[in-house]
């Protein structure tokens, strides 16, 4: 997905944005998964990620995923992260144990399970790409290497402002045989993409 926003200041961020898929935790699913991201006036960008790690064969006592970006991404978990399903959890973040370059949000629970929902709530700096008459947002947000299926997926992206033509949204399904159902508000500030399998 593609996210990119017009404007020659922050604070206005008109534009476009493009999302694209953060690589995710191996596991034999990952249901109802729901992202909101709120990209911020000042730049920065919120996330609350919310997903069901259900296990087949064994069970978890950590559920994580791995963000890729570069040198000048900066990101930290904030408070709300956690379980959803009653358990009692602590957060974390370390870097990817996959090799791949990136940091892991890791939501450790005090017991073993087989099932469990988990909200990954994180900011994220240095992820705009800001030029004289464009502020554009080109983000994996959900992952494409190594990446458990996915029954059911929601995501939600705000921007600070409306966004005007020739500037707008798009969505990328790399490989995945289903499209999406796509919806843009009319002032465009708000995108909304589903999935029944990822």
């Known amino acids: 997905m593609y996210a990119g926003m017009t404007s020659a200041s922050l604070r206005a961020l008109l534009g476009t944005f493009l999302l694209a898929m953060v690589a ?44 890729r970006h570069g ?8 408070e709300g992260s956690g379980s959803l399903s009653g358990a009692r959890t602590s957060y974390r973040t370390q870097a990817c144990e ?9 939501i450790e629970h005090a017991s073993r399970r087989t099932e469990g929902r988990v909200r990954f709530v994180y900011e994220m700096t240095g992820t705009l790409d800001v030029h004289a008459d464009v502020v554009q947002w080109y983000w994996n947000i ?21 966004m005007s033509a020739p500037y707008d949204a798009y969505v990328h399904r790399y490989s995945n045989p289903e499209r999406p159902t796509v919806t843009l508000t009319e002032d465009r500030s708000q995108l909304d993409v589903r999935f029944n399998r990822i």
């Not at 996959?98 to 949000?105: V, Y």
């Open 71 to 78: 040198s000048a991404v900066q990101i930290r978990m904030l």
């Open 24 to 67: 995710v935790a191996f596991a034999d699913d990952w249901r109802d998964v729901r992202q909101l991201v709120e990209i911020r006036p000042d730049g920065t960008v919120r996330v609350e990620d919310e997903r069901t790690l259900v296990m087949s064969n064994g069970d978890f006592g950590e559920a994580y995923i791995c963000i």
């Open 98 to 106: 996959s090799g791949a370059i990136g940091t892991e949000l890791v």
């Open 142 to 162: 959900y992952g494409r290497d190594n990446v458990p299926q996915v029954i059911g997926y929601h995501l939600t992206v705000r921007t600070p402002g409306p």
